[in-house]
């Protein structure tokens, strides 16, 4: 788990020696998530950034399969990138977000 996860956890948990039990709770919870029936996101019209990492609890295929689902989709995996550190590449991620806002809306919406 990063350390920044962990020091907050361990700043605010009012049982700080159950830490390991909650990583495992959490990782369990992200990798057992039940998605939404494909069926409904694939009604989903609006434009969608779907942005994961190859260091993540949630593997990239995850985000691939997502993205394959939804009829107005951009796709990004970031490298050598863990879940909490997706926001912090701002550098990859401010000019994706960036294009992605600035595009012309599809014309079948």
């Known amino acids: 788990m990063p350390r920044q996860l962990r020091d907050a956890y361990l700043e605010v948990a009012p049982h700080p020696e159950n830490f390991e039990l909650f990583f495992y709770k959490a990782r369990d919870r992200?990798?057992?998530?039940?998605?939404?029936?494909?069926?409904?996101?694939?009604?989903?019209?609006?434009?969608t950034l779907v942005v994961g990492s190859d260091?993540?609890?949630?593997?990239?295929e995850?985000?691939?399969e997502l993205f394959r689902l939804l009829p107005h989709a951009q796709l990004a995996i970031l490298p050598r990138t863990?879940?909490?550190?997706?926001?912090?590449?701002?550098?990859?991620?401010?000019?994706m977000?960036?294009?992605?806002?600035?595009?012309e809306m599809p014309k079948s919406m």
């Open 55 to 60: 260091r993540d609890v949630m593997r990239p």
């Open 97 to 103: 977000i960036n294009e992605f806002l600035d595009a």
């Open 82 to 95: 863990e879940h909490t550190e997706i926001t912090t590449r701002t550098s990859w991620l401010v000019p």
């Open 62 to 64: 995850g985000a691939v």
């Open 30 to 47: 992200m990798r057992d998530f039940q998605d939404a029936p494909e069926d409904a996101v694939r009604t989903i019209a609006a434009p």
